[in-house]
């Protein structure tokens, strides 16, 4: 079993910086993938991120590209996501979720394990 907590949410102002933090314990870090997903109230979960097990290979969203830096330390068994240039449309809580293969995937059927999830709110 994978437990998965993340940290590092908060208030921002729009253009502000972020960094996202995940920890796992429960399982070897470094075999399997993960990724990022968000969440507004209301509205589907969608996904943000991914990266395979050591890092190598990472894939994000159109809608953070060249603005979210996906990251893992398989040394400190922690993800990073390091958000630039945050925009109001970025509001939403963000889960990380750990997957049962080493290369990632796209869709949340594919992420067996998920953190509790950590709220950003990016104000104008």
């Known amino acids: 079993q994978v437990q998965l907590v993340e940290s590092g949410g908060g208030l921002v102002q729009a253009g502000d910086s972020l960094r996202l933090s995940c920890a796992s314990s429960g399982r070897t870090f470094s075999s399997y993938a993960m990724a990022w997903f968000r969440q507004v109230p209301g509205k589907e979960r969608e996904f943000v991120a991914a990266?395979?097990?050591?890092?190598?290979?990472?894939f994000l969203a159109d809608s953070v590209k060249g603005r979210f830096i996906i990251s893992r330390d398989n040394t400190r068994d922690v993800m990073y996501l390091q958000m630039y240039s945050l925009k109001p449309e970025d509001t939403a809580v963000y889960y990380c979720?750990?997957?049962?293969?080493?290369?990632?995937?796209?869709?949340?059927?594919?992420?067996?394990?998920w953190g509790q999830g950590t709220q950003v709110t990016v104000s104008s």
């Open positions: 990266i395979n097990w050591k890092g190598s290979s990472t």
């Open positions: 979720a750990g997957a049962s293969t080493l290369d990632y995937a796209l869709g949340e059927g594919d992420y067996p394990y």
